[in-house]
């Protein structure tokens, strides 16, 4: 989901929640004014002076406007009272400082961003456990200290974790490199992808995290069915794009063009995307032919992931 809709979701579950506010709030003093006499009264009698002052501030007579506006006072006063009496308080605005309007100063608000940030995050959700993926929670003791291929797979991975962290923390839409995290199954190209999506989103930026199969399979499924170009639109507009798992998906004559176009788009537009994959670049070249693998090892950083497979590491442990 790009930042787009979620601000909407955001700004829609906002109204949402204060139109219902509202109306439990009207509601309640509807029936008091039916039940409740004095109550009832009060309201009528401040329905009457409302338009007596319009009158008296047009004709300018002062002294009258002065004395139909202390008796409204009063009466206001006496209103509040009875409301408070009788259980119907005001209503409590999730956020005090836009009073759950989503803007101040028209600016929006840092609740409607911060909610929207939970959207995006929940989405992502749906395809990997985002909560479990951070750089904190990034445990290094799952790799070994036998050295392969001139180092060791802790060292390694000590060495892109620090990268992945400077990554996310200096990112800039506009001047961050794309990366190409490679490597076998399980030694962590999905968690530090997702461990840069969660910082992101956290610092406001619109970062799109889907794995290959969900995010060509939903591209091709609106074009064929022409519902719309969201997803399409959405992956060459966002900040960051992060594709996991690339090879995963259909690959499908029109996913081969789309997966060329959105890449060759995003280069040619300077933004960054992060490909994660399980394919060397033999087989990259092999699957997606030439012309979408000389854009990837020509523009992306390339990162190689070492270890064993983790997930089967904590099976057995």
């Keep these: 989901m790009d930042s787009q809709k979620a601000y909407s979701l955001a700004f829609s579950e906002k109204k949402n929640s204060l139109t219902a506010k509202q109306s439990a709030y009207d509601e309640k003093k509807q029936m008091l004014y039916e039940e409740n006499d004095e109550y009832r009264k009060i309201a009528d009698r401040l329905a009457v002076l409302g338009p007596q002052i319009t009158v008296c501030t047009f004709s300018g007579d002062q002294k009258k406007l002065e004395t139909i506006k202390k008796e409204a006072e ?24 836009c009073k759950d309007t ?33 750089f904190l929670n990034f445990d290094l003791s799952y790799y070994s200290d036998k050295e392969t291929k001139g180092t060791t797979p802790k060292k390694r991975m000590s060495g892109i974790l620090e990268f992945t962290k400077k990554y996310a923390s200096d990112f800039n839409p ?12 399980g030694v962590g190209k999905t968690h530090l992808s997702l461990a840069i999506f969660n910082e992101l989103i956290k610092n406001g930026f619109n970062v799109i995290y889907k794995p290959a199969f969900n995010l060509f399979s939903d591209i091709e499924s609106e074009h064929f069915n022409k519902n719309s170009k969201d997803n399409y639109d959405a992956a060459l507009d966002c900040d960051l794009l992060i594709i996991d798992d690339l090879g995963s998906e259909f690959a499908s004559s029109y996913v081969l063009s789309v997966i060329y176009n959105i890449i060759n788009s995003r280069i040619l537009s300077g933004k960054p995307t992060i490909i994660s994959t399980n394919l060397t670049i033999k087989e990259i070249e ?27 590491i904590k099976k057995l442990s």
């Design 286 to 312: 092999t699957k997606y032919t030439p012309r979408v693998s000389s854009r990837i090892i020509g523009n992306y950083t390339a990162k190689g992931f070492l270890g064993n497979d983790i997930r089967q």
């Design 74 to 97: 009063k009466l206001r006063e006496e209103k509040n009272a009875l409301l408070i009496a009788n259980g119907v308080l005001p209503v409590t605005f999730d956020c005090d400082v």
């Design 102 to 134: 989503g803007y101040v100063g028209g600016k929006i608000c840092e609740c409607v961003r911060q909610l929207a940030s939970k959207i995006m995050l929940k989405d992502a959700g749906n395809f990997a456990p985002i909560e479990n993926s951070t």
């Design 174 to 185: 506009k001047t961050s490199e794309s990366l190409l995290f490679m490597g076998n199954t």
